[in-house]
T-cell receptor, first 114, second 115 residues
Framework: NAGVTQTPKFRILKIGQSMTLQCAQD?????MYWYRQDPGMGLKLIYY???????DKGEVPNGYNVSRSTTEDFPLRLELAAPSQTSVYFC?????????????FGPGTRLTVL | GENVEQHPSTLSVQEGDSAVIKCTYS??????FPWYKQELGKRPQLIID?????GEKKDQRIAVTLNKTAKHFSLHITETQPEDSAVYFC??????????????FGKGTLLTVNP
């Protein structure tokens, strides 16, 4: 299993540009999450999904959108990029079995908006 | 919503010493408390977790304690080694489908183990 994969690893955007951060998992996990990590600020939840076709906002959703058309993929869309979106983005997933709670993280995407 | 405070933000110890990182949480309904380790430039990885029905859990050199009454939990690392150097995050969540298992993270502790 590849686990949770993310592309790209690095990206530089200009203010106002758009892009999609890709996330995929091959563990058949129903739950998927997007976090952003700013220096000294821990991880903050942007959006999450409990299964294909179901998404919901997390703590910091403004400026982002998500979709979940398949169990495997959970892309994060940035529209009109702003410098405040400069961050490291992590995707995570967990299975839905009762009693199993570990979230598995992808390798991250480092985004800079200039 | 849940709020998790983590202290200290940085911790420097000598190799072989013990390290303790403390977290407090606000939601008395939270009942699952994981600890993640993140090495520089890498992804967070779970190192240990504890559920609210136990007070302590150990795994070799690491242990976690939980005080539900005071709403705080701690990570203990004994006999520290240079490879323990990393950022450690605590987190909390309600262990129920209604919460969708959303984790609330502390801001992290940078642990440096000096040889």
């Amino acid at each position: 299993n590849a686990g949770v994969t993310q592309t790209p690893k690095f990206r530089i955007l200009k203010i106002g540009q758009s892009m999609t951060l890709q996330c995929a998992q091959d563990m058949n996990h129903n739950y998927m999450y997007w976090y952003r990590q700013d220096p000294g600020m821990g991880l903050k939840l942007i959006y999450y999904s409990v299964g294909a076709g179901i998404t919901d906002k997390g703590e910091v959703p403004n400026g982002y959108n998500v979709s979940r058309s398949t169990t495997e993929d959970f892309p994060l869309r940035l529209e009109l990029a702003a410098p405040s979106q400069t961050s490291v983005y992590f995707c995570a997933s967990r299975q839905s079995l009762a009693g199993v709670f570990e979230q598995f993280f992808g390798p991250g995407t480092r985004l800079t908006v200039l | 919503g849940e709020n998790v405070e983590q202290h200290p933000s940085t911790l420097s110890v000598q190799e072989g010493d013990s390290a303790v990182i403390k977290c407090t949480y606000s939601d008395s309904a939270s009942n699952y408390f994981p600890w993640y380790k993140q090495e520089l430039g890498k992804r967070p990885q779970l190192i240990i977790d504890i559920r609210s029905n136990v007070g302590e859990k150990k795994d070799q050199r690491i242990a976690v304690t939980l005080n539900k009454t005071a709403k705080h939990f701690s990570l203990h690392i004994t006999e520290t080694q240079p490879e323990d150097s990393a950022v450690y995050f605590c987190a909390a969540t309600r262990n129920s489908g209604g919460s969708n298992y959303k984790l609330t993270f502390g801001k992290g502790t940078l642990l440096t183990v000096n040889p």
